[in-house]
């Protein structure tokens, strides 16, 4: 009795399964950078509606491990914060593009009685971070913010504790202006800090700055806009004070010096607006796609996202490309064979 | 089975023989079980050690003494965590053990029959808090008190020792190991509370019958012929405070340094872990990591068996029967 009864549980649920299935879209699995998340999901969510038979399954389970899993061929493209380092692309079993998708800032937030702005150059920011400047009335900040009067108190400083690409991005910032930095600390997710206390993600640098008095940290332009955060003008490379939004890293996407494979930085670069510290995202796909179908559908996606998607951008606070970028990254995605 | 229990009535021999075939598989069965926790700590060791062995090689015993964390130049060392594991956790039982003898002995010696009840099912919620929730009231409400109110204090008064002297970010060593004792004084309470219930009614009549006051009672009869079972139950919280992850790394400010003072930043071996594990990006990095896991294990096998000998060198083994 009992064996039956278990035997047509069993089949009904068969009988599930495979019409589900069959009913199923085609799954195109990505994994990666946490970062973009938001503008990807609302991406995948928006493509749904102009190709029903495809549908997206999107882990941001960090830019290591989308690296890693694209790498082992596990999904059907990877997404990462930073390029990929020669090292780790010579690990590839196939040519991998680099699709760059959008951009972000890294800003930097304080806590410091009235919210004032606060006007910072990289060198400055490189001492700070490396603990040689310790109060918040060094003549350093001060010749920088000419009438701001500052307190004395203690200048502590607050990074990420978990690898991340606003780190890569900020150290990336660092290097690039100060030889000391790059020399002793170096640009990576994650670094040994020189000095500070970490914190793990957007949220704890941010809650940590909120809470001690004194603290200066950085965090995603996005993070600081949706919660309100007191954010420093930035010395580019021209001279000028830069306030971090979305048309000053479109600027710098634009100014930036950008090689054939688009493994790029874009720090400091020589625009006159340029928020110089900023960073694109990338998606990383093979350039010959194994399966067919699945390979036409995302090359679908890829030209539609490069093109419609990234007039959503903004509002997600990310920087689109330039058109000129635009147009670059549109020919390379057509280079992808299925 | 059911074709066995069909068959009882019709014979006793079989019955009998099928009882001890029963029980032939009963021990079996249960020696697989015990046998299985071996087995498991064993595969964990193993996997733990199959994923560092990158780490191993390159390290070596290095490993264990080099301050250097440094992902940049991938040079790392364990001993920095090393350091916070050990220190937070020492915190935590100097404060949680006292406070939950004295909450046992209250529970079981002095308090009425209704406060018993209402009391023990606070402390079994405290247990149920989740951690995250631990440690996100210890960023908003204990690491602000303990920054403005309760460090500067330490500082004036007990400013003389390092231990209480340098700069007060309120996130620090310290707050991690308070909120380690706050999350291990639900274990170590309730098992001080069995040891103290088991203690025989008579050991009491007979300190009650010689004149003893209630506190002699309690310290002579109660305490004493506790001793061994209540180390064990502060053993017990130990091994939970090395372990302890997301609410500590929420507070101890996860900072690889070894500071004698206790209001500086810390870093402990599980919070590097949770912190750094999911995006380490290069192979060495992420054997390295394993191997703090590796350490972790090492330290708290150390520890417990460490905490086995103290038992028996200092609890004796007349403890258990002081007739």
Not at chain 1, 228 to 250: D, H, Y
Not at chain 2, 247 to 255: E, F, S
Not at chain 2, 292 to 315: S, W, Y
Request: proline share 6%; net charge positive; hydrophobic share 50%.
């Amino acid at each position: 009795m009992k064996k039956k009864l278990v035997t047509l549980v069993l089949a009904g649920i068969c009988v599930l399964l495979t019409q589900s299935s069959a009913r199923a879209q085609m799954l195109i699995n990505g994994a990666g950078a946490t970062f973009p998340y938001p503008i990807y999901s609302k991406w995948f969510d928006d493509y749904v509606k102009i190709d029903p038979s495809v549908r997206f399954n999107y882990q941001s389970i960090g830019s290591g491990g989308g690296q890693k899993q694209i790498l082992a061929q596990t999904v059907d493209f990877g997404a990462s914060d930073g390029p990929m380092s020669d090292e780790n692309l010579a690990k590839a079993p196939a040519k991998l593009l680099h699709i760059p998708t959008v951009a972000g800032a890294v800003v930097v937030t304080y806590n410091l009685p009235g919210a004032p702005t606060l006007k910072l150059d990289g060198p400055t920011i490189a001492d700070i971070y490396q603990g040689k400047i310790t109060a918040w009335n060094d003549r350093r900040i001060a010749s920088l913010n000419p009438g701001l009067k500052l307190p004395s108190s203690d200048l502590v400083v607050v990074h990420r504790s978990d690898p991340s690409g606003t780190s890569y991005i900020f150290t990336d910032y660092l290097s690039s202006i100060s030889k000391d930095w790059e020399t002793h600390v170096g640009r990576n997710t994650s670094v040994k800090w020189p000095a500070g206390l970490g914190n793990k993600g957007n949220e704890g640098v941010a809650g940590q700055v909120k809470q001690l008095p004194g603290t200066i940290g950085y965090v995603e332009l996005a993070y600081a806009h949706q919660n309100k955060l007191p954010v420093a003008e930035i010395k580019n490379a021209t001279g000028a004070f830069v306030v971090p939004s979305v048309e000053s890293v479109t600027e710098a996407l634009a100014t930036a010096k950008i090689p054939d494979d688009f493994r790029f930085s874009m720090v400091n670069p020589p625009g006159e607006k340029a928020y110089p510290i900023s960073g694109a995202t990338w998606l990383l796909v093979y350039e010959q796609q194994k399966d067919a179908t699945k390979g036409k559908k995302l090359v679908e996606f890829l030209e539609w996202a490069l093109s419609k998607g990234e007039a959503m951008a903004a509002t997600l606070d990310y920087a689109p490309l330039p058109p000129a970028l635009e147009a670059k990254v549109l020919e390379r995605v057509k280079t992808i064979k299925y | 089975m059911t074709t066995a229990v069909g068959n009882m009535p019709a014979s006793k021999a079989r019955v009998f023989s099928h009882g001890v075939a029963g029980d032939r598989l009963f021990k079996w069965l249960t020696l697989a079980m015990g046998l299985s926790v071996f087995l498991l700590i064993g595969l964990v060791g193993f996997e733990l050690a199959h994923g560092s062995a990158l780490a191993l090689k390159k390290f070596g015993w290095r490993f264990l003494i080099s301050s250097d964390w440094d992902p940049v130049n991938e040079q790392f060392g364990a001993l920095p965590f090393i350091f916070g594991t050990l220190v937070s956790s020492a915190i935590a039982l100097l404060i949680a053990v006292p406070l939950s003898i004295a909450t046992a002995v209250f529970l079981t010696e002095i308090a009425p029959y209704w406060i018993r009840q209402v009391l023990t099912m606070f402390i079994e919620l405290l247990a149920a808090v989740p951690s995250v929730i631990l440690g996100l009231w210890g960023i908003f409400v204990m690491v602000p008190w303990l920054r403005e109110d309760l460090f500067p204090v330490l500082r004036r008064t007990l400013g003389s020792l390092p231990l209480f002297t340098g700069p007060i970010y309120g996130v620090s060593i310290l707050a991690g190991g308070i909120i380690i004792a706050i999350m291990i004084l639900p274990i170590i309470t309730s098992i001080s509370r069995e040891i103290l219930r088991s203690v025989p009614g008579l050991q009491r009549e007979a300190a009650y019958a010689l004149g003893a006051t209630r506190w002699e009672v309690t310290r002579i009869a109660v305490l004493s012929y506790a001793k061994k079972g209540l180390f064990g139950a502060a053993i017990l919280g130990l091994g939970r405070a090395l372990g302890e992850t997301m609410a500590v790394t929420m507070v101890v400010g996860n900072r690889p340094e070894i500071v004698a003072s206790l209001f500086a930043p810390g870093y402990t071996l599980a919070s590097v872990v949770a912190n750094e594990f999911s995006e380490a990006a290069t192979d060495i990095y992420l054997s390295s990591l394993f191997e703090i896991g590796l350490v972790l294990l090492g330290v708290t096998v150390v520890v417990n068996a460490l905490a086995q000998v103290m038992l028996k060198a200092f609890a004796g083994p007349t403890a258990q029967s002081p007739h």
